[in-house]
């Protein structure tokens, strides 16, 4: 079973910066694409960013010209987040949709906490 593994999470002060990591548990998986998901306490989750596998990325409005979503490697994806607001705090997910053997199967990772203070 895949697992998607996340870092970076964290305490920052209103107006700093976090950098989120996404990695694949298996090397040979093959996606898609890959996003970042977030969830604010008592809210449902949505889509902050996505990259395909052919570089096509899109933002949610509300990140656009902060965030920066890549992946420098094969099966890992970042969340480059500057100029955070408190409305940035929240749990972070790193999705995969899976593709070739992985295809038709969707990856979740186990969520990060971002808490911005403001």
Not at 14 to 38: I, K, Q
């Amino acid at each position: 079973q895949v697992q998607l593994v996340e870092s970076g999470g964290g305490l920052v002060q209103a107006g700093g910066s976090l950098r989120l990591s996404c990695t694949a548990s298996e090397s040979r998986f093959d996606t898609y694409l890959m996003a970042w998901y977030h969830q604010a306490p008592g809210k449902q989750r949505v889509l902050v960013a996505e990259i395909t596998s052919s570089g096509k990325i899109t933002y949610a409005d509300s990140v656009k010209g902060r965030f920066t979503i890549s992946s420098d490697a094969k099966n890992t994806v970042s969340l480059q987040m500057h100029s955070l607001k408190p409305e940035d705090t929240g749990v972070y997910y790193c999705y995969a949709d899976g593709a070739r053997l992985y295809r038709g199967r969707n990856y979740w990772g186990q969520g990060t906490q971002v808490t911005v203070s403001s």
